[in-house]
């Protein structure tokens, strides 16, 4: 149900379920050969791909259809790749701001990013905001420098750093306070390209 009454009434019901996305992709960038930008933002308001009768959301195989946040979230996602003859680099910076449950046996109810919870559980039918519920900061960033050492079978050396922080305002058995660094290195091939990233 769309109902722009309550998107135009400035309550923020819970009724104003959507989303948006918004990218751009910048080839060459100024001007430097094989240099290339991406930004996208996601945004989805609490509720949009949930229903009161769980079989009816929109998801599929368990997973959610339309962005692995579910609902209830703000995204940003800076790519950057450059490739210099032989040489590769890659960078990615991703955060966000998501709303989770509680779900610690006092407050039950659903805030709007589980699309697996009836949306009728909510607290409160106005008011509601992107990131109520458990506000959680994720960044996500990566880091890659590799050597296509054969380019007939995509042999390529790389070394690269993962950093990831996940913090939300209040921590629960599932939403707690985490914050991770790997570094990689190694050789790969990937003799078919199944991942197309556009």
């Known amino acids: 149900e769309f109902s722009l009454n309550d998107i135009k009434g400035g309550e923020k019901s819970w009724k104003n379920k959507y989303g948006f996305q918004l990218g751009a992709k910048y080839y060459n960038a100024f001007k ?10 996601n ?12 079989v009816l959301n929109y998801a599929h ?6 962005h692995l946040w579910g609902a209830n979230f703000r995204e940003l996602v800076l790519i950057g790749r450059y ?7 890659e960078a990615k910076f991703i955060t966000g701001v998501r709303g989770f449950d509680y779900n610690d046996g006092t407050d039950n109810f659903s805030y709007g990013g589980d699309i697996y919870k009836d949306y009728n559980d909510r607290p409160f039918d106005t008011g509601v905001e992107i990131g109520q519920g458990i506000k959680t900061t994720s960044i996500n960033a990566s880091a890659q420098l590799g ?17 990831r ?10 939403v707690y306070n985490n914050s991770t660094v790997w570094f990689n290195f190694g ?3 990937d003799l078919f390209n199944w991942y197309f990233d556009y």
Do not use: D
């Open 83 to 89: 490739q210099k003859k032989r040489w590769f680099g």
């Open 61 to 66: 195989n368990n997973q959610p259809m339309a």
């Open 32 to 41: 430097v050969k094989n240099l290339i930008l991406q930004a996208e933002y």
């Open 187 to 189: 050789l790969r091939t």
């Open 165 to 174: 922080n996940f913090n939300p305002e209040a921590e629960t058995l599932s």
């Open 147 to 163: 050597y296509l050492v054969n380019p007939a079978s995509n042999l390529k050396a790389f070394v690269n750093v993962n950093y």
């Open 43 to 54: 945004q989805v308001r609490p509720y949009t791909y949930s229903h009161n009768t769980i």
